[in-house]
């Protein structure tokens, strides 16, 4: 396969796999389901103009790789300063403690749920 071949899906595979996400912690990021995240992936379905920035993001990869691309997903920090490789680590730490918290708002509500 040459590099202006690989396709849109096997990107976003290739990206995610490199940030080391799983679909289903993609999907739940992102807010659709993994099976729809597998369909990007598989080349079934592409995903929606609005949904394509959050991916971008989501995965540290510019928006013009993801829809155009070369084989090998950018090497993350290699053009960046540290304070722009801290703001990222800060807003993917800011991510995850979001994800936290929706899990904990989650199993509170079914802890309620079950009580009554």
């Known amino acids: 396969m040459t590099m202006?071949?690989?396709?849109?899906?096997?990107?976003?595979?290739?990206?995610?796999?490199?940030?080391g996400m799983s679909r289903k912690e993609m999907a739940s990021r992102i807010g659709v389901k993994s099976s729809t995240v597998s369909k990007w992936e598989s080349g079934k379905e592409d995903p929606r103009a609005n949904r394509l920035q959050m991916v971008a993001s989501l995965l540290n990869v510019p928006l013009l790789?993801?829809?155009?691309?070369?084989?090998?997903?950018?090497?993350?920090?290699?053009?960046?300063?540290?304070?722009?490789l801290l703001q990222h680590k800060l807003a993917e730490v800011n991510a995850r403690m979001r994800d936290l918290q929706n899990s904990i708002d989650d199993l509170d509500t079914l802890?309620?749920?079950d009580s009554k």
């Open 4 to 19: 202006d071949k690989v396709l849109f899906g096997e990107r976003v595979k290739n990206a995610r796999e490199a940030s």
């Open 65 to 84: 790789w993801l829809l155009a691309g070369s084989q090998q997903v950018p090497v993350h920090g290699a053009n960046q300063t540290t304070e722009e």
């Open 111 to 113: 802890v309620r749920d």
